[in-house]
């Protein structure tokens, strides 16, 4: 969930870490080549006439014999040119996995650096708002393992609106003294969708896993004035607003989206935004 964004102070912040990213990739760069020429240097990387020689001496079967048939000095050099390699191949492993960790983590911090932030508000209506990159073509993202919760306590839903990622399991527990129903007519409007998950006592849940993306109204048939909502959202890049309406999704690779917002009882709307470090995007809602 990205955090919620305060101000001029906050501006100034990103901008600082902005030109961070930027430094960090040089560096990321940079250690990729060092990281490289160091491989290249012990040899993981060398493909010369050894290898080859080493290869068919292998497949031969006996490295002696393969000298002997070559009946020349380079041959004898390269049989001890083996031997001396096999040796030092269990002993420089350590280091080879060393190097090729380092490695991985610059290429994740690589990743991280590329990452920019969409920040804004969401106004014309009050309270909470959602807002969320929209499906990305051709891009899937691994289902979340842990839960989610919905809690049915003091005759309302809590939280009024929770955000997951699509493809998460709900757990919806009964913390009331009195029994709780759970149902959703619809998932953003279409009704083939609805589901009842039944009526279960205190103490007890009940788990779905929600593969569609959108708004799902919650309510209880034991009793009509309870109401809720989770919203799916097809990307795990989303934010719940504060009440004033501002919101910030962090950690969003640079590129083109369609961020969508959406707000209880409001029509939902979308735009296209670019991202590239902090990015913004205000949105104006009406019933």
Not at 95 to 119: E, Q
Not at 142 to 156: F, I, T, Y
């Amino acid at each position: 969930m990205g955090k919620y964004s305060y101000g001029k102070g906050r501006r100034r912040a990103v901008e600082k870490f902005t030109t961070w990213q930027w430094l960090m990739l040089v560096g990321v760069i940079v250690g990729s080549l060092v990281g490289f020429v160091v491989l290249w240097m012990h040899g993981y990387l060398n493909f010369d006439a050894h290898l080859i020689f080493k290869r068919h001496c292998e497949q031969d079967g006996n490295c002696s014999r393969f000298a002997i048939s070559q009946k020349g000095r380079d041959a004898d050099a390269l049989v001890r040119f083996l031997e001396v390699k096999k040796e030092s191949d269990s002993k420089e492993e350590p280091m080879k996995r060393s190097i090729l960790t380092v490695i991985a983590v610059l290429a994740v911090l690589s990743l991280i650096a590329s990452a920019g932030t969409i920040s804004g508000k969401v106004s014309g209506v009050s309270g909470e708002s959602v807002v969320y990159v929209d499906t990305i073509a051709g891009k899937t993202f691994n289902r979340p393992s842990e839960h989610a919760l919905v809690d049915q306590k003091g005759l309302q839903f809590m939280p009024h609106i929770l955000v997951v990622q699509q493809g998460t399991t709900v757990d919806f527990l009964n913390s009331d003294k009195v029994a709780h129903n759970v149902f959703w007519p619809d998932v953003d409007g279409n009704k083939k969708l609805g589901h009842n998950l039944g009526t279960w006592p205190r103490g007890e849940k009940q788990s779905f896993r929600f593969d569609t993306a959108g708004a799902v109204p919650l309510l209880c048939n034991v009793h009509p004035e309870m109401a809720g909502y989770i919203v799916v959202a097809p990307t795990p890049f989303f934010a719940k607003t504060d009440k004033s309406g501002e919101y910030e999704i962090d950690n969003v690779p640079d590129g083109s989206y369609t961020i969508v917002a959406w707000h209880e009882g409001a029509k939902t709307e979308s735009k296209p935004v670019t991202v590239s470090g902090d990015t913004k995007a205000d949105f104006t809602l009406s019933k």
